[in-house]
């Protein structure tokens, strides 16, 4: 281990001199500790020792992290390749201190039990007082991320605010063709077929896209304008509960009923019909040449593009209330997800493990969590009142201020911490906030799926079928909304193959794992 003097830590590079000396309280060891750490993650494949987060972290806790990342060249893009990267150095058996990565809960909760993870709950019980009273505040979330043997095995990042993605709409060219907002899903129909037809845009051409996504599972959260579901979390096609039981969104008869629909819609051209292929740069494109009516996506980031108005005459893209479904329910299927899959872990190999859960309860104390979401104190924001407020030059850059973040060391998910949503409404402007309120006043949201942990009898049974279900389930659903083939008159046969694939056993260990867990 390499020696470090505590001037040396005190003073590399992170301006902060004076201020980390007056927050002793803070400190971990009196003699700088050196720990390795493995960091795998889509927006950063490898540990930054010079993030200026990291160095305040250092100054303030004395814990002196070193990067011993292992497979830091592998694409991180897909969870696959994030996988594969935690696979390789669990197989090379120089597994560092602290492991973190996107997607870690399953790996974790797979080998801690095996001896490849240290438990954290009676570190935390008796080591770490802010994450002790975080759990305690949030005994679901301390459910969610426990492996079946009762033992918590990582620190996951946790999200926070209530709101992500909303329905949005060009109000300018309801204006134009004299219409409201739309309230029901018939009306919804309506609406598009009218974007379609009449011109709104005013070129004189029948170019316009009337509703697209950047993401194509965007186009079957609609089937919940059918009483169907797409998702039980914030991530795509996943289970969800409905009184007290797990099931699976693409097996209840709602979905059939809004594919049925949505494959009408596509053939009547009011659905983006390179929706499947036209992929993230959708939004971009379809707004800036004025030909996009309506999409479903993140309240801050889709609001921003009212910017447009500078370029486009009279441009309005704002959120608009769920409408009513079939039946007159108004529901918000996607919201942020309180816990992620993402966080960090102590190896077996960790000599300081009481070290280690304190430097994680050091994210979770008011000035570790601050240092997380929103950088160094002087660099990208100042106090004012108490309260973080982001520079002029972080709030005007031309980055968008989430990158600049990441860029500095904040807002790491591979990090285990707690976030802070102030940090996002302060670069949200009136457009978001005005639909934040819209969606907060009429009570939309609905209950998230937090996940289970398997045995590895039930680990067994899942990863035996459940790939290649859901890649059957995905691959009918294209079909039917492309044209091949007849939801309505296949759904007795697509059940049946289900079944046959092994879906109901799928069903039962999720079912048991989920009433070991939570019940």
Known sequence: ???????????????????????????????????????????????????????????????????????????????????????????????????????????????GPEGAFVPLNDLIEEHAPNMRAF?????????????????????????DGKYGRAYFIRYDWLDALGLDVPETVEEVEEVLRAFKTQDPNGNGLQDEVPYFARQWPELIRLVTLWDGRSSGSDTYHDFYVDDGQIRHPYAGEGYRDGIANLAR???????????????????????????????????????????????????????????ASVSGRRIAEHRRIPIKPDGWAISYTNEHPVETIRYFDFWFSE????????????????????????????????????????????????????????????WSNEYALEGIALYDEGDYLIDQFLGVAFT?????????HWSSIRDYMLERQQQWILGSGDVMEDWDDYLATLDDMGFQNVLEVMNTAYERQYN
């Open 135 to 159: 759990f305690a505040e949030n005994p679901d979330i301390a459910s969610a991320i426990s492996a079946a043997d009762g033992n918590m095995y990582y620190i996951p990042y946790l999200p």
């Open 367 to 426: 000035e570790g969590r601050r240092l997380a979401n929103f950088g160094v104190e002087g660099q990208q924001y100042e106090l004012v009142d108490g309260e973080p407020i982001f520079t002029d030059e972080v709030l005007n850059s031309d980055q968008p201020v989430n990158n600049q973040l990441y860029g500095v060391g904040a807002q790491l998910q591979a990090r285990g911490y707690y976030q802070d949503y102030a940090y996002e409404v302060q």
């Open 265 to 323: 819609w596509y053939e009547e051209g009011l659905i983006d019909g390179e929706i499947f292929t036209r992929g993230s740069s959708a939004r971009e494109y379809l707004l800036s040449e004025n030909l996009g009516g309506m999409t479903h996506d993140w309240f801050a980031s889709t609001s921003g593009y009212n910017r447009l108005s500078e370029s486009i005459d009279g441009f309005q893209f704002r959120a608009f209330a769920p409408p």
């Open 1 to 111: 281990m390499r020696k470090l003097t505590l001037a040396a830590v005190l003073l590399t590079g992170t301006g902060l001199g004076g201020s980390a000396l007056a927050d002793e309280h803070l400190r971990i060891v009196e003699e700088p500790l050196e720990l390795t750490i493995q960091m795998n993650h889509a927006r950063y494949p490898v540990y930054d020792e010079n993030w200026p987060v990291e160095q305040a972290a250092r100054a303030l806790t004395g814990i002196h992290l070193v990067d011993a990342t292992v497979g830091a060249n592998m694409r991180t893009d897909e969870n696959t390749g994030r996988t594969e990267a935690l696979n390789l150095m669990l197989a090379s058996g120089n597994i560092p201190d602290i492991v973190g990565s996107s997607r870690l809960k399953d790996f974790v909760n797979q080998f």
């Open 456 to 464: 590895p009898d039930e680990q067994q049974i899942y990863d035996r």
